[in-house]
């Protein structure tokens, strides 16, 4: 297991692109096989509940807050991984 001071010290040697490019592998496969596993369908809800369980209570990386509206939800995640760890979260939740 790799501490979370490990993670972001190799995350802070890479380059953008590089991120990017992780980032969109992982944002496509990983969340998905987690909730398909899970015995989940692959939807909205689903997608909110990984972030919120995984990501935010059970993995301890980002703080959640939510709101919402008829024809909106909004999730704001905050951290302080600093800003290649913004660049990899926004890439992750886009490609899933």
């Not at 953008?16 to 992780?22: C, P």
């Not at 990983?30 to 993995?59: A, R, W």
Request: hydrophobic share 35%.
């Amino acid at each position: 297991m790799v501490s979370v001071h490990e993670f972001l010290r190799g995350l802070n040697v890479q380059d953008e692109n590089t991120i990017k490019m992780l980032a969109t592998e992982t944002g496509r496969r990983f969340p998905k096989d987690l909730i398909l596993f899970t015995g989940q369908k692959n939807d909205l809800k689903s997608c909110i509940g990984f972030v919120e369980n995984i990501l935010c209570d059970y993995m301890n990386w980002e703080t959640h807050y939510t709101s919402s509206t008829d024809t909106e939800h909004v999730i704001t995640l905050r951290h302080n991984c600093g800003s290649k760890w913004s660049v990899a979260l926004q890439i992750v939740l886009q490609s899933m």
